[in-house]
């Protein structure tokens, strides 16, 4: 039995006790909100990242410390480090911060990328744009997370408002990319160094926030073989341990490294039912170095978030292989406040399903596009 | 959102509150136990069953109350049913209660039981042996479980000692039975009469606790559905809500009611993984009246009870396909403190699955009859 401390705790780390439970782990969740929904599950320590007094206490009481969000501060994980064992380490942690860094990164490893400048002046802004070309998208190097911190220039006049909007902390400017689909890999190294990939999940997003998930996707085997062995140099470069998502865009057969998420994943929440051995329990066995666990899809799995607020749960908990979750968060405009997962022996049975479930709570612009992604190419 | 009031903070309600988490609704334990395993992942209330006030701060926090234990005393679950909704009702309660009356209810719904007495006395003892023959088995008629309660009379000689040991409370004697095979019926019925059974359970006992169990079983079609019509006869009978189990003996083709469970049970842990909603989600819907979930099996699945103390969870999770379960209990003789799931898509893949497990934590004994039964019979 191990106690795991998870700095965070909104509905991934609510997951992630969800998950560690059974295996008989303890959590104990660090969170300065009065209202985080982990805290339904495991105990939660309220203090803030900075507040070094409370993270002692937390950190006496654990064996090891994660997280359920990347934006933990570096000096508090730096610190941290001293005082416990942190998995994914503070430098992994600090590229996946940094999307210039991070940009470069994938660079290294062999991963293309959209083109990309760094921006810390107007001046650079427009420079910038003769590297991109139009459109391109502005965004924060740090902070952004759900499309927010971002900006799109269309035409040169959108320069300015652009950098009236962002400036004034460190930017980055990406040439827009007509990408066919959005993928990642959802992926996870154990201390012992053991990696293993869940199958390749097509994903697709509504004002910049994750709306549905596919997986697997029916992508050629070259494909996805190229999308893994990029996670897994990434993983290996960090010395990464632990879940993380490695988010792409296709294009033909070209993949581009659009970000990596340091922690377990939106676009991940369908293994929860549709493999062995979900990305939270997964991520709970990589940083207490246990042995990891069978990451192949059982049939085929389509997630859909749910934003803002819950629709009615009766017609998916009405609906075979359909699971209902429900983070116990209040509601309020662009949050994540719960998710379905559906899941079928063939894509066919897929569609059937989410065809009921999306007229049933009228949400069928909501299911289209993966019935589109299913009945063109099927699932893997 | 609910919360859901649970009698008893045992594993089963530990796992009754995992299922239900995710579903978005919360738990509020009674139990006097210093260490109820329960409280690692629900909030507890720590009181005696019979501490009325105790009972009515807990019935105003709740919106429905179940049980993880079902010898709550009588007097209690009628006092709350007049504060709160309590599922399974009192009366269905006192009947599994009660081996002498439960048995006549078996009758009652055409299921043959063993030849069973009522003993009161010495002389009805002499007398309920003549009607039942030897070998036969002494119970307690309340408070029974896991084979405590119970003595096994094989010559007139042993009746005396039998009566010495357990005499004084009210005792039932049954017929020994030779069976060929413990069996379970997990069913569901909800609030709105909806009932469905997962498929047939295999069992095995060592030393009266339940040590194994395989699912599906493979008999014929008929059987299983004598099974299942008894099981949703006597649901209807008592006007059951939530899960039950429906223990019986096989003897060629005939089964006999040995008893019932009112409440999830050790012999659908396998439901976990083994099926898209486990017993545990299911007597949550029921209880809440939301629809029931898809009962059937995906593929098979065996389960491996650990008693009085956990053997390395390693070579279970290094096995694919393999659940490993902690309920967080410390380690006693007799003590159920977890149980693992092997789950496979043959019969062929499940016996190499055990043959690993049991191989690696030399436990080739407990794993012997379950593969035997699989290279007997196959799975349904």
Known sequence: MATIGILGGGQLARMLALAGAPLGHRFLVVDSAEDACAAQVAPVLRADWRDFAALEAFASKIDVATFDFENVPAETAEWLTAHTRVFPNPAALAVAQDR??????????????????????????????????????????????????????????????AWDALGGVPLILEAFVAFESEMSVIAVRSRSGEFRHYPLTRNWHSNGILSASLAPVAVEAELQRRAVARARALAERLDYVGVFA????????????????????????????????????????????????????????????????????????????????????????????????????????LVERLQRVGRALDREVHVAPVIAALAANGTA
């Open 100 to 161: 210039l860094v991070e940009k470069s990164l994938f660079g290294e490893i062999g991963l293309d990328t959209p083109t990309f400048a760094a921006v810390d002046s107007l001046a650079d802004l427009h420079r910038a744009v003769e590297k991109t070309g139009l459109p391109a998208v502005l965004k924060t190097r740090r902070l952004g997370y759900d499309g927010k911190g971002q900006a799109i220039l269309r035409q040169h006049s959108d320069i300015e408002s």
């Open 246 to 349: 490695l988010e792409l865009f296709a294009c033909g057969d070209r993949l581009l490294g659009n970000e990596m998420a340091p922690r377990v994943h939106n676009s991940g929440h369908w293994t929860i039912e549709g493999t062995a051995c979900s990305q939270f329990e997964n991520h709970i066995r990589a940083v207490l170095g246990l042995p990891l666990g069978d990451t192949d899809a059982r049939g085929c799995s389509a997630m859909l978030n749910w934003i803002g607020e819950l629709p009615d749960a009766t017609p998916v908990l009405a609906e075979a292989r359909a699971h209902w979750h429900d983070y116990g968060k209040s509601p309020r405009p662009g949050r994540k406040v719960g998710h379905a997962t559906l899941c079928a022996d063939s894509a066919e049975e």
